[in-house]
């Protein structure tokens, strides 16, 4: 039988100096989201010192939030090996390459005041119309350059806009930072944003839709955790990029091969599972499915993300450099997948 008492709280201690790796360690020894936090950050850390292949899910506003350089230190650091987005943060990840900027507002006021003036609100963040044109244009003009008869992954798709946004990037962004590094991206669901309005654009000026081989992105997920010596999952909110990494773990079995699942999982929402709803399923729930090994080390922190990610990956930008800085993963490689 389990000890009842393993440890004491400790209560948090204040000092007029604290790094971000100091804050979250005493929050190791308090109670509720502080110590899940805590647990988050160490669970993340041993995903570094294992050889664990590690895939990112990204929902919710977040680069609009001012995540952007949080998510592109993860991927120039190589803190993971794949991400899975929603198509509107890469949508405003490449906004914010081009140099245009996302501004604090304030929550609620006259709505219809701002759609007057051609200004975008997400709760207390607002945009320009104009602006969001500008990146519009860019990706529509991009998409009239892609051949027509080749059928893409998003994975293909993503990395060629990070390639044709290089030259023009006024700052680092996700898309740009996973061209240059080699990390796969892919959207699952491509068509709810920005970018499947700029390729429906496109086809309609062309005549000629650019074909995306969704398929595909499933065989390759379920290639790469299928190749891997262990996974690990950190789902920033959940969604369908959630879900599509959940599920490449149960779909090893395409290739011959039956994994236990997922070896360990970070994740940060908001939502309940009460509801039913997949952004709110505990890991527990996604062992029922086999998504989730057994033994896994995993962690739920129910926090707004973003308080909880730029806290996290502070403390293990400092704490855990040693260990970043000897993470030697190779990169990614579909060989042997082939052209199925």
């Known amino acids: 039988m389990d000890d009842p008492f393993p440890a004491s709280v400790i209560p948090f201690p204040v000092s007029e100096r604290a790094s971000a790796a100091e804050l979250v360690e005493r929050m190791a020894g308090t109670a509720f989201q502080a110590r899940n936090l805590a647990q988050a950050a160490h669970i993340w850390d041993a995903m570094l010192r294992d050889e664990v292949t590690i895939f990112l899910g990204l929902a919710g506003a977040m680069v609009p939030g001012g995540m952007r350089p949080v998510l592109t230190y993860l991927i120039e650091k190589r803190l993971i090996d794949c991400l899975v987005s929603t198509g509107a943060n890469l949508f405003h990840d490449l906004y914010e390459c081009l140099g245009h900027r996302h501004w604090q ?23 320009v119309e104009h602006d ?73 000026r062309s005549g000629q839709p650019v074909t995306f081989d969704v398929i595909r992105d499933v065989l390759e997920t379920a290639w790469i955790s299928s ?50 709803g997949l952004s709110g399923c505990t890991f527990e729930e996604a062992q029922s499915w086999r998504k989730i090994a057994p033994e896994a080390s995993f962690v739920t922190v129910r926090s707004e993300a973003t308080i909880a990610l730029p806290l996290i990956v502070s403390a293990l930008a400092e704490g855990s450099a040693e260990a970043i800085r000897q993470r030697r993963l190779p990169a990614i490689s579909f060989e042997g997948l082939g052209d199925a």
Not at 107 to 126: E, I, K, Q, S
Not at 182 to 196: E, L, N, Q, T
Not at 244 to 259: D, H, L, P
Not at 267 to 275: A, C, F, V
């Open 132 to 204: 969001f044109t500008i990146g519009e244009r860019f990706v529509t003009d991009f998409c009239l350059t892609l051949d027509p008869e080749h059928k893409y992954t998003t994975r293909e798709y993503f990395e060629l806009v990070g390639r044709a946004l290089i030259p023009v990037a006024k700052q680092e962004g996700i898309l740009t930072a996973a061209a240059r590094h080699g990390v796969p991206i892919y959207c699952p669901a491509v068509g709810d944003s920005v970018f499947g309005l700029c390729l429906a654009e496109a086809r309609h």
């Open 227 to 276: 190749q891997a010596q262990a996974t690990g999952v950190v789902y920033i909110g959940g969604g369908t990029p959630k879900n599509f990494i959940q599920q490449s773990a149960v779909a090893c079995y395409i290739f011959g091969r039956e994994r236990p699942g997922h070896s360990y999982g970070v994740q940060i929402t908001m939502d309940e599972p009460d509801w039913g």
């Open 105 to 127: 507002g304030r929550p609620g006021g006259d709505d219809v005041h701002l759609a007057r003036r051609r200004v975008y609100r997400f709760y207390d963040v607002l945009a």
